[in-house]
């Protein structure tokens, strides 16, 4: 158990430091951040650390890249290949491929890699760390000569691209990178292992960037998210990010985005995995929560795109090829509300006091997986004279049991959304980011995650601090 989670970091419990925020992005959009080095610091050591979370798998994706010179001593990348294995390359020679591939996009990975081509052992001059433990396993394996200038510190800084191709665009979420100049350090320098949990969790990393081209990206002002924060003043320019990407989903508190491994190929899902776009007019699709539940309360909107369901479902009957071509309220041990006003039970439509829905509305959807019921909102108003806090009675809300044979108590339940019409738009909102237009905002009563609407007392957002307290 220790080796999971050390190596799938999913939102460490209590850390003792917290990370407030991350920055969300998106190849589809082209987003990135740049630096252009004035003066060049030490060609031979240096650091990169920073923990990202991914939101598309099975394309090149880069994370940073240094320098912008196309051979060995000019660049030095770190990217995800298509395959999803991760290299550490220069201009034409693979330093490291890994055999281990990174496919889990609910979680959280620290990388570091420490950069030091003076030391006498070959094999010591690039060093790769996952979650704290030094990878050793790898595809391609090559060295620089001792002494040998690398593309670090010197004419550019690159973060979620590739600067010298102007392609590759990382999509997904990032915080907490820093880069030291002149320095090598091992991991401990920015994580440690909780000594509960055995969890790899940050630290306090504001005082740890060194050198000349040094820079610490903690994305905690909205309104300057290249800003470094270890006063160094190597701020980075940012391209086609704005203040609407940063994002509260951090390694210490990760929340619940659609499940990238669960869909069919003819849609898209971008925006932090937030949205997504059905291109395949003939058939139902379904995308539901990375975080399932067998007990607590929890809530989540969604905006809607044209013909379309929102409802909930057994994770072991949701999962997997059958809800390519089934919708939720079809699939067995599902509810869904139909955007014609109907609900569904296991493909069966039920009659009930609820309203049609289309595009721009906001549908709440607050599951209490504690009494077996589940309740849907249109606009902020429960249907059905709905009251979620109702408890056992349900008061306004569907029984789980209701038509879904085979249910059962601690069946896990997730969160979803399918819809029909083909290159119409649908949008999640778990709390942690969200691409909704959200006009008041409301966390809930635990104080977290960012609602147009306030979540009813006792439903929480689908993150892991909550999921820890009360699920």
Same mark, same amino acid.
């Given at each position: 158990?220790?080796?999971?989670?050390?190596?799938?970091?999913?939102?460490? &419990?209590?850390?003792?430091? #917290?990370?407030?925020?991350?920055?969300?992005?998106?190849? /589809?959009?082209?987003?990135?951040?740049?630096?252009?080095?004035?003066?060049? =610091?030490?060609? /031979?050591?240096? %650091?990169?650390?920073?923990?990202?979370?991914?939101?598309? *798998?099975?394309?090149?994706?880069?994370?940073?890249?240094?320098?912008?010179?196309?051979?060995?001593?000019?660049?030095?990348?770190?990217?995800?290949?298509?395959?999803?294995?991760?290299?550490?390359? =220069?201009?034409?020679?693979?330093?490291?491929?890994?055999?281990?591939?990174?496919?889990?996009?609910?979680?959280?990975?620290?990388?570091? &890699?420490?950069?030091?081509?003076?030391?006498?052992?070959?094999?010591?001059?690039?060093? *790769?760390?996952?979650?704290?433990?030094?990878?050793?396993?790898?595809?391609?394996?090559?060295?620089?000569?001792?002494?040998?200038?690398?593309?670090?510190?010197?004419?550019?800084?690159?973060?979620?691209?590739?600067?010298?191709?102007?392609?590759?665009?990382?999509?997904?979420?990032?915080?907490?990178?820093?880069?030291?100049? $002149?320095?090598?350090?091992?991991?401990?320098?920015?994580?440690? %292992?909780?000594? #509960?949990?055995?969890?790899?969790?940050?630290?306090?990393?504001?005082?740890?960037?060194?050198?000349?081209?040094?820079?610490?990206? /903690?994305?905690?002002?909205?309104?300057?998210?290249?800003?470094?924060?270890?006063?160094?003043?190597?701020?980075? @320019?940012?391209?086609?990010?704005?203040?609407?990407?940063?994002? @509260?989903?951090?390694?210490?508190?990760?929340?619940?985005?659609?499940?990238?491994?669960?869909?069919?190929?003819?849609?898209? +899902?971008?925006?932090?995995? %937030?949205?997504?776009?059905?291109?395949?007019?003939?058939?139902?699709?379904?995308?539901?929560?990375?975080?399932?539940?067998?007990?607590?309360?929890?809530?989540?909107?969604?905006?809607?795109?044209?013909?379309?369901?929102?409802?909930?479902? #057994?994770?072991?009957? &949701? %999962?997997?090829? !059958?809800?390519?071509?089934?919708?939720?309220?079809?699939?067995?041990?599902?509810?869904?509300?139909?955007?014609?006003?109907?609900?569904?039970?296991?493909?069966?439509?039920?009659?009930?006091?609820?309203?049609?829905? $289309?595009?721009? /509305?906001? +549908?709440?959807?607050? *599951?209490?997986?504690?009494?077996?019921?589940?309740?849907?909102? !249109?606009?902020?108003?429960?249907?059905?004279?709905?009251?979620?806090?109702?408890?056992?009675?349900?008061?306004? =809300?569907?029984?789980?049991?209701?038509?879904?044979?085979?249910?059962?108590?601690?069946?896990?339940? +997730? &969160?979803?959304?399918?819809? *029909?019409?083909?290159?119409?738009?649908?949008?999640?909102?778990?709390? =942690?980011?969200?691409?909704?237009?959200?006009?008041? $905002?409301?966390?809930?009563?635990?104080?977290?995650?960012?609602?147009?609407?306030?979540?009813?007392?006792?439903?929480?957002?689908?993150?892991?601090?909550?999921?820890?307290?009360?699920?």
């Amino acid at each position: 158990m220790e080796t999971l989670q050390r190596t799938a970091n999913r939102g460490s &419990i209590s850390t003792g430091y #917290d990370i407030d925020n991350s920055v969300k992005l998106e190849a /589809d959009n082209s987003e990135k951040l740049s630096r252009t080095v004035s003066t060049a =610091g030490n060609r /031979d050591v240096g %650091t990169i650390s920073m923990w990202i979370k991914r939101t598309e *798998l099975s394309t090149y994706q880069y994370l940073c890249q240094f320098g912008n010179t196309d051979n060995d001593n000019g660049r030095t990348f770190v990217r995800f290949q298509n395959d999803d294995t991760l290299r550490i390359a =220069g201009g034409s020679t693979v330093w490291r491929n890994t055999n281990r591939v990174f496919r889990d996009t609910s979680a959280w990975y620290h990388i570091v &890699i420490a950069f030091d081509t003076t030391q006498t052992t070959a094999n010591d001059r690039f060093k *790769l760390y996952v979650n704290g433990v030094q990878e050793t396993s790898f595809s391609s394996t090559a060295n620089p000569s001792q002494y040998d200038n690398l593309g670090i510190n010197f004419q550019t800084q690159a973060i979620g691209y590739n600067p010298t191709d102007s392609g590759s665009y990382f999509s997904g979420y990032m915080t907490e990178i820093v880069c030291q100049d $002149g320095t090598a350090s091992a991991p401990t320098e920015f994580g440690e %292992t909780d000594s #509960d949990t055995g969890i790899w969790k940050p630290i306090d990393v504001s005082s740890v960037a060194s050198g000349t081209n040094g820079f610490y990206l /903690d994305f905690e002002s909205s309104g300057s998210l290249g800003a470094d924060s270890s006063g160094n003043g190597n701020n980075f @320019t940012l391209n086609n990010i704005t203040s609407a990407d940063q994002a @509260t989903d951090t390694p210490t508190n990760s929340f619940s985005t659609w499940n990238i491994l669960n869909r069919y190929f003819s849609t898209t +899902i971008n925006e932090g995995a %937030t949205k997504v776009t059905n291109s395949d007019v003939a058939n139902w699709r379904s995308y539901v929560s990375t975080i399932a539940v067998s007990s607590g309360k929890w809530y989540a909107e969604f905006e809607a795109g044209g013909t379309s369901f929102i409802g909930v479902g #057994d994770v072991s009957e &949701i %999962t997997g090829t !059958k809800s390519y071509t089934q919708y939720l309220g079809q699939i067995p041990a599902s509810i869904g509300y139909y955007s014609a006003g109907l609900l569904f039970y296991s493909g069966a439509s039920q009659s009930g006091s609820f309203t049609g829905f $289309g595009d721009g /509305d906001v +549908i709440s959807c607050a *599951l209490d997986k504690d009494n077996g019921f589940v309740y849907w909102a !249109k606009n902020g108003v429960w249907q059905n004279s709905g009251d979620p806090t109702s408890g056992a009675t349900g008061t306004g =809300g569907v029984a789980l049991t209701s038509g879904n044979a085979g249910y059962e108590a601690s069946d896990q339940y +997730i &969160i979803g959304y399918s819809p *029909l019409v083909a290159n119409s738009a649908g949008f999640a909102n778990y709390g =942690g980011f969200t691409t909704m237009s959200i006009s008041s $905002g409301n966390p809930d009563s635990a104080g977290y995650g960012n609602f147009e609407y306030a979540p009813p007392s006792g439903y929480y957002a689908l993150c892991t601090k909550n999921l820890a307290e009360y699920g």
